[in-house]
């Protein structure tokens, strides 16, 4: 945690301890202490330092699973750390969680390329993710320069070779037409490096902006740059393969 204090229940519920709800009644029952004190207050906050314990037993950020989806800015690496200090996607939600959380980005998205980006402390949950046979559908919007042609529009779909690779086939749409430029979203399930900007400038396109709007179930909707929000239980289970 950083300077900024956090609801305790919500401190309890993120390291694992018990549901939110669950968490306001183990306070009020008196189980939880704060610095060797029992506080028995809902409204109590916690800050970076403060020595959490449950029926006498330190409470730490390790043990909980975390999942939850970024709207990545440009600018900001999709790394857990950056040897030349950059701010990373870690960065921006670390000051968010108790101390001992240690997140991991799922996946990549590029330094210039903004949207929908998971971070997990779930390794399982990120191979499923990422892996290849799983093909979760990724979409994106991308703003090219100029407009494409039906015969280009049916080479992304089919598929184009990006220099070592050739992609799967994909679905793309015009969303609007510019005089210069075009919106378009298109649809992949691999995850090679820049696949979009090379599936473009393989049928003669610049993407000037790339924003991913969609992974699998979970959309980006109206999440505000920079902001995150948890994954529903339903999201997760989806994610995993374990529910449809
Ligand atoms: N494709 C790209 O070109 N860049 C990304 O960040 C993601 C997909």
Redesign the pocket.
Known sequence: MTEDKMRLQKYLALCGVASRRAAEKLIVDGRIAVNGVVVTELGTKVSSGDKVTFDGKPVSGGESKIYIALNKPTGVL?SASDDRGRRTVVDLVSGDFPDGVRLYPVG???Y??E?LIFLTNDGDFTYKVTHPKHSIN?T?EAVINGRLTEDEIVSLCRGVDIGDFVTSPAVADIIREEKDKSVVQIT?HE?????????FEAVGHR?LK?K?ISVGNVKLGNLKSGKWRELSEREIKILKGTAK
């Open positions: 999709s990549r998205l590029d210039d390329t949207g990724k994106y992949i995850g090679k490096n820049r696949q979009v900007r090379k599936m993407v790339l991913r």
